[in-house]
């Protein structure tokens, strides 16, 4: 009859129990890169990154929106005065509308750097669903580990390119 040993398989539930090893090595090590596994939050340096898109986004419209804050100003207090409406009621009223202008882009600038942020977060965790489901399919570790190194940095890059492309209407042309 059948000799004894493995149980006929051949060897193959031990070649599956190594493979399904690695597997879960795998998912473990690319959790790792994205969630802190004690706690189930975002790891820090994940969360810096992410805080770092938003300052660039906003370093990137902030400086001219305040140069283009500081002229309208600027040209308003010269207008107001050839006309000789200064401290007038229609001093206060343009002083109130350019007051909701610069509320309003700031409100659009911070809008956008909230939506960058977004978009890189749901570019990491997009990411990250693709390298489980590689882990899964017995990907070897270290080639997911480069994809995820090298894919955080793309899904920032690209958050920040897409926000930075569009231009910021000038808030005081009119």
Not at 76 to 86: E, N, P
């Amino acid at each position: 009859m059948g000799g004894g040993g493995s149980g006929g398989d051949g060897g193959a539930a031990a070649r599956e129990a190594a493979r399904k090893a690695r597997v879960d090595s795998s998912v473990k090590a690319i959790n790792a890169l994205f969630i802190n596994p004690d706690t189930g939050e975002m790891i820090d340096s994940r969360k810096q990154a992410l805080d770092d898109v938003e300052s660039k986004v906003q370093q990137r419209f902030l400086p001219e929106f305040r140069k283009d804050t500081a002229n309208a100003q600027r040209e308003l207090k010269f207008a107001l005065s050839r006309r000789g409406l200064s401290r007038s009621s229609a001093q206060s009223d343009a002083a109130s509308r350019l007051r909701d202008r610069v509320a309003e882009t700031e409100r659009d600038i911070s809008q956008r750097a909230l939506v960058a942020r977004s978009d890189a977060e749901r570019g990491q965790q997009s990411l990250m669903d693709n390298l489980v489901a590689q882990a899964q399919s017995d990907t070897d570790q270290g080639i997911l580990l480069n994809q995820a190194s090298s894919g955080q940095n793309a899904a920032i890059n690209r958050a920040v390119a897409s926000a930075q492309a569009q231009a910021l209407p000038n808030a005081f042309q009119d």
